[in-house]
C-alpha cells in the first residue's frame, strides 16, 4: 500500500536554546501507508501530541523530517498537505464555529473556495456517514458529546482528507459517547477503507488499531500488532498506562491459582479457556 | 459536615423566553465523612446539582442544607464566604483556572483570599505539594512550565489549601494517563479517610463509582431516581440501562462468568481483585463437590 505519511529520525524540542534539554520528540521514525489504522498510546508527555503538530506543520523539526506522500512537509506545501488530513480534537465544545451543524461543516469548505452546490453535496455525504444526517438543523452546543464529535469528524470528512487524524477524541466523553464515536471510525473505515492515525492512552481504543506505536518519554519504545504491544504485559503499567481488562484479570486469576492456559487479551478467550481449563471436563 | 437537598428544583435563565427547567424536586441526603458518587448520563444534572453545594447556584424551589447553613429558594444568601471554603470544588480541567506566577503564589491565592495569613498560607502549600505528589522544586516554577498532569495536582491542592470540610470533584480525571488517573483517585480516597472529609464524586466512571463509594445516587432527567451501596446498585443490570447506564465492565464479565457457571457468585464484585478471588472461591467449591 502506498505511503501516506512518514516521520523519519524526527527530533524536537520546545527549548532548542536550552543545552542539554529534553527533547519533547526524539529520533521518532514511523510511517502510515493507505488503509490502516494506527494508534500511538504513551503517558501524558510521552510526546503523542507533538508528533501529531510535527505531522500537520504546526510545529518543524529540529531534526528529521515529515513527509506527505514522500513530499518532505516545508513552509511552500504546508497548506496543500494540511489540507489532505483531516484533525479532530480532544474538547468537542473547543472546535466549533457553525450555528448549526452543517453551517459547522461547511466552514472548512468554504474556506477552501468549494462551490455552493458540490459544498452542499459534501455537506450531506459527511454528515450521512457519520449518521447525523437528522441533525443539519441543529445546534451544535445542544448535541452530546459523542454527536459533537461526530459532527467534528464530518467536518473533517467534507474535506475529503487522504488521512483522519484523531487526536485524543474520546478521552472527554462519557463512555456511551466514546463508544459511539469509535463505532462510527470503524464503520467508516469498513466503508471508504479511510486512513486513521489516533492517538490515545485509552487502550481498548489502540485494540482497535492494526498497528500501534508505544511512546514512551518522547521515544518510540515499540511499535507493532495490538497483540505484541500488549504482550509487554507490565512494561505497560511502567510506563504510565494500564493493561486490557481481560488481561489483567488473566493475570489476577492466575495468582488465584485458578488454572488457565494462557493470559488473554479479550473477554471472550479469557471465558472460553476459564471453561475447557475449569469446567468441560 | 453534611449536606441535604430537600425538594430542589432549578431552571436556568428563569423568567425569561430560555427558561430551561434543570432539576425537578431532588431530595436526597450526603452524611458527614461520606464518599458519595453521582453518577448519570450526560445531561441528567449532574452539573448542576453540584453547583448547588456551596451554593453557586441557589435553588429556584426547595432548601439546601450546607452544614448548619441553609439556602432557600428566593431569599437572599449573605456571607457565603465560610461555605465557600469548606466546601471546596474541583472543576472538570481544574488546571484552566491556575494564573499566578508561581506555583506558590497559585496554591495560597485561595486560603489568602479567606483571611489566612501570608505564612500560614505558604505553610500549607509547602506540605500540599508533597502531599499531592509533586516535588518542592515545582513551588518557584510557574504553573504554566508544569505537564498538564503536574498542572491538575496544583489546581487540587489549592483548592485542599483552603482546608475544606467537604469536597467535590468533578471528572477529576478527564484527560489524564491511566496511571494519573489512579494516582489521583487513590489520593482522593486517602485524604478522604486521612482528613475525616465528606467526598462528593460526580463520575461518568462507574469504575471509579465501584471502586471508591461508600454510596452512589443515580441522575436521571433532572431527578434523583436511584440511591444505595454499589453493590446493591450494580446488582441490577435492567435498572442502570433504563437510565441509559452501563454497568462496571467488572460487573458485565460477572454476569458472563455466572451464565457459564450456572449460578451465580456470593456476591457482585467491584474490583477486579474481589473478581478473581471469588472465582477462585467458586472454582475450589466446585471441586470440592466433585
Not at chain 1, 506505536?213 to 497483540?227: R, V
Not at chain 2, 450526603?30 to 458519595?36: A, E, G, N, R, V
Request: glycine letters at 6%; a negative charge; one cysteine or more.
Amino acid at each position: 500500500m502506498p505511503e501516506i505519511l512518514s516521520l523519519n529520525n524526527v527530533t524536537f524540542s520546545y527549548t532548542p536554546e536550552i543545552q542539554n534539554s529534553r527533547n519533547a520528540v526524539e529520533n521518532v521514525s514511523f510511517a502510515v501507508d493507505e488503509g490502516e489504522w494506527i494508534a500511538i498510546v504513551g503517558h501524558n508527555g510521552s510526546g503523542k501530541s507533538t508528533i501529531a503538530k510535527l505531522m500537520n506543520g504546526l510545529l518543524f523539526p529540529q531534526q528529521g523530517d515529515v513527509r506527505i506522500l514522500r513530499e518532505p512537509l516545508n513552509e511552500e506545501n504546508l497548506w496543500e498537505s494540511r489540507s489532505l488530513m483531516g484533525m479532530v480534537f480532544q474538547n468537542p465544545d473547543n472546535q466549533f464555529v457553525g450555528a448549526t451543524v452543517q453551517d459547522d461543516v461547511a466552514f472548512a469548505l468554504e474556506n477552501n473556495g468549494i462551490p455552493f452546490e458540490e459544498m452542499v453535496k459534501r455537506v450531506h455525504a459527511a454528515l450521512e456517514q457519520v449518521k447525523m444526517s437528522q441533525f443539519l438543523d441543529h445546534e451544535p452546543h445542544h448535541l452530546s458529546g459523542g454527536q459533537k464529535q461526530r459532527v467534528a469528524i464530518a467536518g473533517a470528512l467534507a474535506l475529503k482528507p487522504k488521512l483522519l487524524i484523531l487526536d485524543e477524541a474520546t478521552s472527554m466523553l462519557d463512555p456511551q459517547g466514546r463508544a459511539e464515536v469509535l463505532q462510527t471510525v470503524q464503520t467508516l473505515r469498513t466503508e471508504t477503507g479511510l486512513t486513521v492515525l489516533s492517538i490515545t492512552h485509552d487502550l481498548e481504543e489502540a485494540m482497535l488499531a492494526d498497528r500501534v506505536l508505544f511512546m514512551n518519554d518522547g521515544k518510540k519504545f515499540a511499535e507493532g500488532t495490538p497483540a505484541e504491544i500488549f504482550a509487554l504485559g507490565d512494561k505497560l503499567v511502567e510506563f504510565g498506562l494500564d493493561l486490557p481488562f481481560a488481561l489483567k484479570l488473566s493475570k489476577l486469576l492466575q495468582k488465584e491459582g485458578v488454572p488457565l492456559m494462557g493470559q488473554h487479551m479479550t473477554e471472550e478467550e479469557l471465558v472460553n479457556d476459564l471453561w475447557t481449563s475449569n469446567f468441560n471436563k | 459536615m453534611d449536606i441535604k437537598l430537600q425538594q430542589v428544583s432549578y431552571a436556568y435563565a428563569q423568567g425569561t423566553p430560555f427558561e430551561k427547567r434543570a432539576l425537578f424536586d431532588v431530595d436526597f441526603d450526603i452524611p458527614s465523612h461520606t464518599y458519595q458518587a453521582i453518577i448519570g448520563h450526560t445531561g441528567s444534572g449532574k452539573s448542576t446539582i453540584l453547583q448547588h453545594f456551596n451554593a453557586l447556584l441557589r435553588p429556584t424551589s426547595g432548601e439546601v442544607h450546607i452544614g448548619d447553613r441553609l439556602i432557600i429558594a428566593g431569599k437572599k444568601a449573605k456571607d457565603l464566604k465560610a461555605v465557600r471554603q469548606k466546601v471546596g470544588i474541583v472543576f472538570q480541567f481544574p488546571e484552566h483556572q491556575l494564573f499566578e506566577e508561581t506555583v506558590l503564589k497559585d496554591i495560597m491565592f485561595g486560603p489568602m483570599n479567606f483571611g489566612i495569613s501570608e505564612e500560614e498560607a505558604e505553610a500549607r502549600a509547602r506540605e500540599l505539594v508533597s502531599l499531592v505528589g509533586l516535588p518542592d522544586s515545582v513551588l518557584d516554577k510557574s504553573p504554566f512550565d508544569l505537564s498538564g498532569g503536574q498542572m491538575r495536582r496544583v489546581a487540587i491542592a489549592g483548592v485542599l489549601a483552603m482546608d475544606p470540610e467537604v469536597i467535590v470533584l468533578d471528572e477529576p480525571t478527564a484527560g489524564l494517563d491511566p496511571r494519573g488517573q489512579k494516582e489521583i483517585m487513590d489520593m482522593f480516597y486517602q485524604l478522604h479517610q486521612e482528613r475525616h472529609l465528606t467526598t462528593i464524586l460526580v463520575t461518568h466512571s462507574m469504575e471509579d463509582a465501584a471502586r471508591y463509594a461508600d454510596n452512589i445516587v443515580i441522575m436521571h432527567e433532572g431527578k434523583n431516581v436511584l440511591s444505595g451501596t454499589p453493590r446493591i446498585i450494580f446488582k441490577d443490570v435492567e435498572t442502570l440501562k433504563k437510565f441509559r447506564l452501563e454497568p462496571p465492565r467488572i460487573v458485565r464479565f460477572q454476569q458472563k462468568i455466572e451464565h457459564m457457571m450456572g449460578h451465580s457468585l456470593s456476591k457482585v464484585c467491584l474490583t477486579e481483585e474481589e473478581l478473581a478471588a471469588e472465582i477462585a472461591q467458586a472454582l475450589r467449591e466446585e471441586r470440592a463437590e466433585s
